[in-house]
């Protein structure tokens, strides 16, 4: 079946550390985000791509880095410079234009420690 | 900033509908009305979306008011596993990047 795997589920780091968060999708979506949701909250996007090899900040990427060197994969790293790492991140897909709607992971718990 | 206004929490008893409300006095055009709901810790799954006709699926029904400034969504016979937060969302179709979760209603369904 199609769709979108984030792993892992749970990850615990030292604070200063970077780390790595894994979005892979097999529907041929040309769209990938990351989100990210506190406790409470709502989603805040922090990084997009619409196509291989270019991605968009979204409104709370500082602090943040992602790659789209292939199709399928969108890695998003929360590195040292983020202040507050620990929160749910989750990786949705799209395609670019139609009214399908995203798909999302079931999500990455980080906890920084 | 949500361009769509939703209550905070609902409740609804098992098996009854459960019908949840969405203003979005501010759609253009060009923008459909999303539903996705997120049970919690799992990513939101999409549900229904529709333009400007009323739209039934597998999941839910989604009525949308003729000016459509408001919407409901409508589980027939809620279960237990229908709790959750449900999002209303309105949103350009045809642009990328253009979806909005706020905090949503959340839903209880009572035994």
């Known amino acids: 079946d199609g769709g979108i795997t984030q792993s892992p589920k749970y990850l615990f780091r030292k604070e200063g550390q970077n780390v790595t968060l894994s979005c892979e999708q097999n529907l041929n979506h040309d769209a990938m985000y990351w989100y990210r949701q506190d406790p409470g909250q709502g989603l805040r996007l922090i990084y997009y791509s619409q196509i291989v090899n270019d991605f968009q900040k979204g409104d709370i990427a500082e602090g943040y880095s992602v790659s789209r060197e292939k199709k399928e994969s969108f890695p998003l790293t929360v590195t040292s410079a983020q202040k507050n790492p620990t929160a749910f991140y989750l990786c949705?897909?799209?395609?670019?234009?139609?009214?399908?709607?995203?798909?999302f992971g079931s999500g990455t718990r980080l906890t920084v420690v | 900033d949500a361009k769509t206004t939703q209550p905070t929490s609902m409740d609804c008893a098992e098996g009854r509908a459960a019908n949840l409300p969405c203003n979005h006095s501010t759609i253009s055009g060009n923008e459909y009305v999303y539903w996705y709901r997120q049970i919690h810790s799992q990513g939101p799954q999409y549900i229904i979306h529709g333009l400007k006709n009323n739209e039934t699926n597998e999941m839910a029904s989604l009525i949308i008011t003729e000016d459509r400034k408001s919407s409901t969504l409508i589980l027939p016979h809620a279960t237990l596993r229908d709790t959750a937060v449900y999002y209303c969302?309105?949103?350009?179709?045809?642009?990328?990047?253009?979806?909005?979760f706020g905090t949503g209603t959340r839903l209880t369904v009572i035994p």
């Open positions: 949705a897909s799209s395609i670019v234009k139609g009214s399908y709607g995203y798909t």
């Open positions: 969302i309105d949103a350009d179709a045809f642009r990328a990047n253009n979806l909005f």
